[in-house]
C-alpha cells in the first residue's frame, strides 16, 4: 500500500468562511490508495450485499455515463497502481482483498465503486442545472443517497446552513465551466464521534449537539 498518506489539514489555515475552495487536481492524485484500503474494501462489499439499495443507486438512462465513469476509473488504476489490479477481457480483480468482480456483473458505477475507498457521485447537466443521476456512496457522513438522487446542487445542498446565500450560485456557475482536462477538488471536514464509516440517514434536525473540548481530539 502507499504510505506515507497524504494528510488534509483544511482547517489549518483558521479560515472559516464558506467558500468553493477549489484547488486544482492533478489527475495522477485523483485516486487514493492508502493502508485502509483493504477494509474499507470489506466494508463496502458488506454494505452492498445487505444493504444495496441504500448504498447504491442510479436514474434510468445513466448507464453509457456510468460506464464512462468505469472505463476511466479503471484505466487509471492499471495505470497508476498496476500492482494491484488485474483486468482480463471479462473481469477486473483487486489483489490485496482477492475479490474478481466479471465486467457486467453490476451497473457500471456500482462495479466503480467496489474498486476503490472513495464514494462516486455522477453528476450530469439537466434543464434544471446539474443533477445526481447515480452513486455509489457507501460511506455518507449522515446523508441519504435516495433523498437527494435526480436532485439538482441547490435541492441536495438545502440544510447546508448559508448554501443558498453565499454557495449555490458560485457552485453552478463552476460546474458550467468545469473542464475536462483540468479537475478540481475540493476538502470537507467534520468530526464524528464513531470510527464507523457508514453514517447514513440521521437528519441534520435530530443530530444532537455534541459537547467536546480540545482534551477530546
Ligand atoms: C464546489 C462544489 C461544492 C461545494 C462548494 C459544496 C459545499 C458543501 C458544504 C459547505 C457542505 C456542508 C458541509 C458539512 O456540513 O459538512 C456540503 C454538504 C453536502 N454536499 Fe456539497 N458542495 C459541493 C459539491 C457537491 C456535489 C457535487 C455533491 C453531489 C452529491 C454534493 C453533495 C453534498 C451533500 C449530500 C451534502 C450534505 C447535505 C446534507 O447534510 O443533507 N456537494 N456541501
Redesign the pocket.
Known amino acids: 500500500m502507499n504510505e506515507p498518506q497524504r494528510v488534509y489539514l483544511p482547517f489549518a489555515e483558521g479560515d472559516r468562511t464558506?467558500?468553493?475552495?477549489?484547488k486544482p487536481l492533478k489527475v495522477e492524485d485523483w485516486i487514493e490508495i492508502d493502508n485502509q484500503f483493504v477494509p474499507y474494501l470489506q466494508r463496502k462489499t458488506e454494505l452492498l450485499e445487505t444493504n444495496h439499495s441504500e448504498v447504491f443507486a442510479s436514474l434510468p438512462g445513466t448507464q453509457s455515463a456510468q460506464q464512462e465513469v468505469l472505463d476511466l476509473l479503471v484505466d487509471h488504476l492499471l495505470q497508476q497502481f498496476p500492482e494491484l489490479y488485474d483486468r482480463t477481457s471479462e473481469s477486473i480483480t483487486i489483489r490485496a482483498t482477492d475479490q474478481t468482480w466479471k465486467n457486467n456483473q453490476f451497473q457500471p458505477l456500482d462495479l466503480a465503486g467496489r474498486l476503490v475507498q472513495e464514494d462516486l457521485?455522477l453528476?450530469q447537466p439537466r434543464d434544471r442545472g446539474?443533477i445526481?443521476t447515480a452513486?455509489s456512496?457507501c460511506f455518507?457522513?449522515?446523508?441519504?443517497l435516495i433523498?437527494?438522487l435526480g436532485k439538482p446542487?441547490m435541492q441536495?445542498?438545502?440544510?447546508?446552513?448559508?448554501?443558498l446565500e453565499q454557495?449555490a450560485n458560485?457552485?453552478d456557475r463552476?460546474?458550467d465551466r468545469l473542464k475536462v482536462d483540468r479537475p478540481?477538488c475540493?476538502v470537507?471536514?467534520?468530526i464524528v464521534e464513531t470510527p464507523e464509516l457508514h453514517l447514513g440517514h440521521q437528519?441534520?434536525s435530530s443530530n444532537a449537539p455534541l459537547e467536546l473540548t480540545p482534551d477530546d481530539l
Not at 464558506?18 to 477549489?22: A, D, E, T
Open positions: 464558506l467558500k468553493l475552495g477549489l457521485c453528476m446539474y445526481l452513486a456512496l455518507p457522513l449522515r446523508w441519504r433523498e437527494k446542487l441536495i445542498h438545502h440544510p447546508v446552513p448559508e448554501y454557495l458560485p457552485v463552476l460546474f478540481v475540493r470537507n471536514w467534520s437528519s441534520h
